[in-house]
């Protein structure tokens, strides 16, 4: 269970394009388990292509939503967007040196696409917050003009991070967007360069997104230079997770990456009670084949061996039961990992497979069990082909409903497999335990010999 979080505060414009502002920090707050209240500054109309139009709210409604916020939800840290007008730059100062909250200013001033996002005389509004803020993150064009040093280089960053610090701000990070990748951290005159590299995907979005995740970081209690690595790493997988969306700059993405992650784990943990139902299950050993068994799920979309989880060695028979040799991980199996791969080809429900011994009487059990049958021939398999990948693709080719099961009869030095599929590593467990009992009972009580009668 997560520790307990307090709520965390964006003072921002509204992006409707869900990218970048409020959105976009609300989105952060919640990866990292935080409750997230929002005041917003402005409501931009705005897509993928730019931005449409600015309705900025009047700084009596921006106060307002501040007073009501922080009156009750005790905020343990805040962080400012787009701020817009030097009425609402210094109604914020007020509310947030009021209630002692600490916060981060993100100095933003302009959209990707040139539109201000903080009126030309507010400049000298926003340095007096800035003083008095726990960090402050320009990006190279917010440096230089709060600065005025040119930065060309990471000698240029340090000079004007030196300047920003003398603001006031206890921390100064200049984003690296535009600077390699690399993010300079200044604190009491320790300089940290966090390396990052340029990121292939959609950016819009990222700043905001970095600030917020750095804010949510230093409320976790990290002090500055662990905050604005977690905080790369965070924005570096939100741009990687990026997807199209809209036709024009794509929007980072905040918690597809925690999702995933989340999935993932279901999916381990699905496959790891699966196989110990599988050890405890006294009649199972019968299913197990000479090579040994592997049971494997797909999170959805999978795409590679890297998506699919199995047992790392295999599943053997030990002292007449089940047993896996290994833990269980993504990557761990390439036989049956292709299978599922290959069968998700044809219906994404079908994440999960197992392979089993081939015997006539486990053949039997299966057609009486009512379940669809397909079968291929290894002789028929064109050269330099992937056996499982061709044998899956060629089973769901000639079916006319989608197999439950696909068998085939062997080879020259390979041993004939059946394999099952379901709609999670359960629902394969379940299909083998009743497979495994009906050749049981019909070799009259469940001794488990070595062989089928
Ligand atoms: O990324 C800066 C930014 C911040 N806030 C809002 C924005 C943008 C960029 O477009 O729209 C509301």
Redesign the pocket.
């Known amino acids: 269970m997560l520790m307990k979080r307090s709520s965390l505060l964006t003072i ?4 409707s394009g869900g990218g ?3 959105q976009a920090d609300l989105k952060t707050f919640a990866a990292h388990g935080f409750h997230g209240v929002s005041v917003i500054t ?1 409501v ?1 109309s ?1 897509n993928t292509l730019g ?1 449409q139009s600015i309705l900025p709210l009047d700084e009596e409604v921006v106060a307002d939503q501040l007073e009501s916020v922080c009156s009750d939800f005790e905020p343990s840290f805040a962080k400012t ?2 701020l817009y007008t030097s009425e609402t730059i210094e109604v914020v100062r007020d509310c947030l040196l009021k209630y002692d909250i600490p916060f981060v200013v993100d100095p ?1 001033m302009k ?2 696409t040139g539109r201000r ?1 903080l009126l030309k005389g507010a400049l000298s509004t926003l340095e007096s917050l800035i003083g008095s803020a726990s960090a402050v993150t320009p990006n190279k064009f917010e440096a230089e003009e709060l600065t005025g040093i040119t930065i060309e280089s990471i000698d240029d960053a340090r000079a004007a991070a030196l300047k920003l610090s003398e603001m006031g701000a206890d921390s100064v990070i200049i984003t690296g967007g535009h600077l390699d990748g690399r993010d300079l951290v200044l604190r009491d005159s320790v300089l940290e360069v966090v390396d990052g590299g340029l990121l292939e995907g959609g950016t ?2 990222a ?2 997104t970095y600030s917020a995740a750095l804010t949510a970081n230093l409320a976790l209690g990290s002090d500055i230079f662990r905050s604005a690595r977690m905080a790369k790493r965070f924005v570096s997988e939100a741009i990687r997770s990026s997807r199209r969306v809209g036709h024009g700059v794509a929007p980072v993405a905040q918690l597809d990456w925690a999702i995933r992650d989340a999935e993932r784990y279901t999916v381990l943990e699905s496959v790891s009670h699966a196989v110990r139902r599988l050890e405890e299950c006294e009649e199972c050993a019968v299913l197990i084949p000479e090579v040994g068994s592997n049971i494997a799920m797909a999170v959805s979309g999978a795409s590679r061996l890297g998506d699919v989880a199995g047992v790392e060695g295999r599943i053997i028979k030990l002292h007449g039961r089940a047993h896996a040799v290994g833990c269980i991980a993504f990557g761990a199996t390439s036989h049956v990992g292709r299978i599922v791969l290959a069968a998700m080809r044809f219906d994404q429900s079908l994440c999960s497979a197992m392979n089993i011994r081939h015997s006539p009487a486990i053949l039997d059990a299966c057609r009486r069990l009512n379940l669809h049958l397909e079968s291929f021939s290894r002789e028929d398999e064109p050269p330099g082909e992937q056996t499982m990948e061709w044998g899956t693709t060629h089973a769901f080719k000639k079916s006319r409903e989608k197999p439950d099961i696909i068998y085939d009869t062997g080879g020259v030095g390979k041993e004939a497999m059946i394999r099952l599929l379901g709609r999670d590593a359960h629902d394969v467990v379940d299909r083998a335990i009743t497979i495994a009992k009906i050749v049981g009972e019909s070799r009259g009580g469940g001794g488990l010999g070595e062989s089928d009668p």
């Not at 921002?12 to 992006?15: E, H, I, K, T, V």
Request: with cysteine.
């Open positions: 921002a414009g509204s992006d970048a502002g409020v402005a931009t705005q931005i967007g787009m933003v959209a990707e996002l819009h979005g700043g905001c």
